[in-house]
């Protein structure tokens, strides 16, 4: 990897640049140049975040404000543990802030996540019959807040991984119908365009306010954007439908 310097008024272009190496595609070298040169994977590094994700819920937060002290917070496909780390001290899960109540965050992922301090991780798929029952016990209660990052494994099929990435989103807000608080908010990724037409009207039922918006952390060739649906009312008498596997 060299850095180049460039003479012209005494600067130096201090971007890393990547040698191809035998056996390596070329889109790995650009996707490895990118991430050595992405000032969030860099700011992430510095701040002692698993990944550049942890700024995508931080933006949110900032912005929307749902992660209260004395919050519970469910992160469905957690790993590596990004976003549960900045919900910690948001929601005063350590009880390090004198004065707020304290909340309580749990993780939950098909694979093992390294400890976090203050978050309770659990392997669970949470599509499984009895995942919701299983949280709220963890919780003690309701969440406040369910979010989720999650992508479907791509296929290189444009319409194929449309569909697993809408029927996962939709699994996830069936799941948060299940365990959410009334007042609670719903934060997941969703497609360029939002949630679908049909999942959006679902949630403007179920929700006070609904935003589809794009956070500065998220990359601006990337095609995701999140839905941040705030004061449950409720679930509807039919949950949404999943239409895909």
């Avoid at 209260?68 to 948001?90: M, T």
């Avoid at 009334?182 to 929700?207: C, D, H, N, R």
Wanted: net charge positive; proline share 4%; charged share 25%.
């Amino acid at each position: 990897m060299t850095a180049e310097n460039t003479s012209g008024r005494g600067r130096r272009d201090l971007r890393v640049k990547v040698k191809t190496a035998r056996g390596r595609k070329l889109s790995s070298t650009l996707w490895l140049e990118r991430q050595l040169n992405d000032p969030y994977v860099i700011k992430a590094k510095s701040e002692g975040y698993r990944g550049r994700a942890a700024y995508k819920i931080l933006e949110l937060d900032d912005k929307y404000g749902f992660l209260k002290p004395g919050a519970r917070v469910v992160d469905l496909g957690c790993a590596p543990g990004g976003w549960c780390q900045v919900a910690v001290p948001r929601v005063n899960a350590l009880g390090e802030r004198p004065g707020k109540p304290k909340g309580f965050v749990l993780g939950v992922d098909l694979q093992e996540v390294e400890p976090i301090a203050g978050v309770e991780l659990h392997v669970l798929d949470f599509l499984s019959d009895d995942a919701d029952a299983l949280v709220k016990g963890w919780l003690g209660g309701k969440a406040d807040v369910v979010m989720s990052d999650m992508a479907a494994a791509a296929s290189g099929h444009k319409g194929t991984d449309h569909l697993r990435i809408i029927a996962l989103v939709e699994a996830a807000l069936a799941f948060a119908f299940d365990v959410l608080e009334e007042g609670g908010t719903f934060v997941a990724k969703v497609l360029a365009g939002g949630a679908e037409l049909e999942m959006q009207t679902l949630l403007k039922k179920s929700f006070a306010k609904v935003a589809n918006v794009k956070p500065p952390a998220s990359r601006a060739d990337s095609s995701e954007k999140f839905v941040v649906a705030q004061g449950f009312r409720g679930a509807p008498a039919a949950g949404p439908v999943i239409t895909a596997e």
